[in-house]
């Protein structure tokens, strides 16, 4: 028993003995644990101390200005040196005050921006100090760790905005130049492109940046004259000349262009300058002035063969009125009218080509445009050759103009042989006349136009056209698109030339390869109805006018060929025989006989043979005031008009386009 005591209590001894060890092991485990975490939160506690030293220390002395604030009150909290050094502040008061310069909007979407994002980056804004000075910052912000607080850092950008408000300044003054104005870089990609570079060529600077240059104001026919720049600019450092540049659409332009290499800060070259002057205009004015000087040259060339000339026609112009005083029938008097014609156009173009480079004006009276059809129809039958079919056509109503008809002839026949010479093959060609209406559009689209009535006569070819991007310098003395040789360029500048002496204007329609079609416009100054009766314009007949003279020489040339070039066919008579042969030979198409006054005694007999034919036409006597009393003393006479000495043209025309029922006397 007491063995047994003695066992158990040497058991609990042993086994308290073991309770106590574990508990010590244990309080020293925990001990050791806690010990170990007060050392870990010490040295977090230094590591976080000694980081707060060194943001502080950033802070303090940190360059670019730093700012704690709360959110959402935006009060400041903290402000380093540098900041309130930037905003001339001396308090944090007085830096809230200052961020309150920003609008209520914009901090409004800061602070929406924070709590969407946690941050702002890099957001440029423009401050007020205190001082009222301006203050340009650039910031970004970030929520902070601490509860409604937000730290941002501000950098002064004054400096860097005033320069880059200078710098758009300046490329405002740039801009209001005429010039353009470019960079290239050494890849000859453009780096600046200046308002004055829009205007001239037509590209927007958004769509040429860092776009090759030869890419779009040069092509394969001006690249050479480009590269030849580029290189002697890289060598020489500066470059001054002409190139031709090419405007968007394809249009070709004269530039006077300087160039300057431009240098990098370590003096390495880094692209080119280019400041480039319109000459278009001003090389038109020197090709104008020399060709001005050409036509000078011409006009004192032509003045000394003018009279040459007119020594060759005359004798021709002679032999005709013998041939028509000879040869009677119908087939030789057609024969002699066309030959009379030539020869009479051959003198009238030397007169004027004389005429235009003196800066003349013809003698204008009022034409019927049908006239005028008819003498370029009977001039083309002698140019055109038999593969060149030509159509005629005058309206049915059409007005009368104001012109030369020499000159006018020669505008039409002109602008039928440039139709001849484009159609070397053959082809169709129309000629017309009609009245037409010129509006308010018309007026803003063509040079020259003005509103009203117009008669446009219209020449229309089959040939092979005119290159739209030629049709502008046609009218440019001395420019031709024949080959060498073949034309002197003069046709169409003398035409226009014409044609603004009569107060018109031509218009131009081509397409390369399927003709042309010139419309010249007259004013229009009356009305008429084409004579029903009248024979079609290729038969060659017309209203006659039978001009009785003494004799061959002794008649007024002058109005005998006024009459013929104002739309009548004058028919030459000379004494009893020969008038009452006319008479009875152009008795369906007889308008008036016109009796010259030189033998007054002679006339009344004559004008009496007149009467007792019956015939309607209208009497006409050219005499002297005395002349006149004698034939006015026979009352069997009338009616008849008396036309003092020396007659016009224009008093004859004014005659026979009105009805004679009494006697009338003009002067």
């Known amino acids: 028993m007491q063995e047994i005591t003695f066992d158990i209590w040497w058991a609990l001894a042993f086994g308290t003995i073991a309770l106590l060890v574990i508990a010590v092991g244990f309080v020293v485990a925990v001990m050791a644990s806690k010990q170990k975490e007060l050392i870990t939160k010490k040295r977090q506690f230094e590591e976080l101390a000694a980081s707060e030293r060194k943001f502080r220390n950033l802070f303090e002395h940190s360059p670019a200005g730093m700012l704690r604030i709360t959110t959402p009150h935006w009060n400041v909290v903290d402000a380093n040196q540098a900041l309130l050094h930037m905003f001339r502040a001396s308090t944090f008061d007085e830096v809230k005050e200052i961020i309150y310069t920003m609008s209520p909007a914009e901090r409004k979407r800061l602070m929406a921006q924070l709590s969407a994002k946690g941050t702002v980056e890099d957001h440029e804004t423009l401050l007020h100090r205190q001082d009222g000075s301006d203050l340009w910052v650039s910031f970004s912000a970030s929520l902070s760790s601490r509860e409604n607080h937000t730290e941002a850092v501000f950098v002064d950008i004054t400096a860097r905005r005033q320069a880059e408000e200078t710098i758009r300044e300046q490329a405002k003054l740039l801009d209001l130049t005429q010039d353009a104005i470019m960079v290239l870089d050494l890849q000859k990609r453009v780096r600046y492109w200046n308002k004055g570079a829009e205007r001239l060529y037509g590209y927007l600077s958004h769509e040429v940046i860092d776009k090759n240059v030869m890419e779009f104001i040069y092509d394969e026919n001006t690249a050479k004259d480009f590269r030849q720049a580029y290189e002697y600019t890289m060598q020489n450092a500066e470059w001054s000349g002409e190139l031709r540049q090419i405007k968007r659409g394809g249009a070709v332009l004269n530039s006077d262009c300087r160039w300057t290499l431009v240098r990098s800060a370590n003096g390495e070259p880094s692209g080119i300058l280019q400041v480039c002057t319109d000459v278009t205009e001003r090389k038109r004015m020197e090709s104008r002035f020399l060709r001005a000087q050409r036509v000078e040259s011409i006009g004192i060339f032509a003045s000394g063969i003018v009279h040459d000339l007119n020594n060759v026609f005359s004798p021709m112009l002679i032999g005709v009125r013998v041939l028509k005083r000879k040869l009677h029938d119908q087939r030789s008097r057609r024969l002699i009218q066309n030959i009379e014609s ?49 159509q005629i056509h005058v309206a049915d109503t059409i007005s009368s103009i104001m012109g030369d008809i020499t000159q006018l002839r020669q505008v039409l026949v002109n602008l039928c042989t440039n139709a001849r010479d484009a159609m070397p093959q053959g082809g169709e060609l129309w000629v017309s006349a009609e009245n037409t209406q010129v509006s308010k559009e018309m007026v803003e689209e063509y040079a020259g136009a003005t509103e009203g009535e117009f008669v446009v006569f219209s020449v229309r070819d089959t040939g092979s056209g005119i290159p739209s991007s030629e049709v502008h310098k046609i009218f440019e003395p001395f420019y031709t698109t024949k080959e060498v040789g073949k034309g002197t360029g003069l046709g169409l500048s003398i035409t226009i030339g014409i044609i603004k002496g009569h107060k018109g204007f031509i218009t131009v329609e081509s397409e390369k390869g399927k003709g042309s079609t010139f419309k010249i ?15 079609d314009l290729q038969s060659g007949d017309s209203q006659t ?6 004799s061959e020489e002794e008649y007024n040339y002058k109005l005998f060929d006024d009459l013929e070039d104002s739309g009548y066919e004058p028919v030459l008579v000379v004494g009893r025989n020969q008038m009452q042969e006319s008479l009875l030979q152009y008795r369906s198409t007889i308008l008036a006989i016109i009796f010259d006054g030189f033998f007054p005694r002679e006339t009344p007999e004559l004008m009496k043979d007149v009467l007792k034919l019956e015939h309607p036409a209208k009497m006409i006597v050219l005499a002297s005031k005395d002349q006149m009393e004698e034939i006015k003393a026979d009352e069997e006479l009338k009616p008849y008009a008396a036309v003092e000495l020396p007659a016009t043209i224009e008093t004859v025309l004014e005659v026979l386009q009105k009805p004679i029922v009494q006697e009338v006397t003009l002067t």
Not at 344 to 366: D, I, N, P, W
Not at 367 to 373: E, V
Not at 521 to 535: D, M, R, W
Not at 545 to 550: K, S
């Open 545 to 550: 006018v039978i001009y009785i003279a003494h």
């Open 521 to 535: 416009f007259l004013p229009a100054v009356s009305t008429v109805s084409t004579n029903p009766e009248q024979p």
């Open 342 to 390: 030539s020869a009479r156009y051959g003198s009238e173009m030397a007169r004027q080509v004389l005429s235009f480079v003196k800066g003349a004006q013809g003698v204008h009276t009022k034409l019927n445009p049908q006239k005028i059809i008819k003498d370029v129809y009977r001039q083309l039958e002698q140019v055109l050759p038999e593969n060149i079919r030509v």
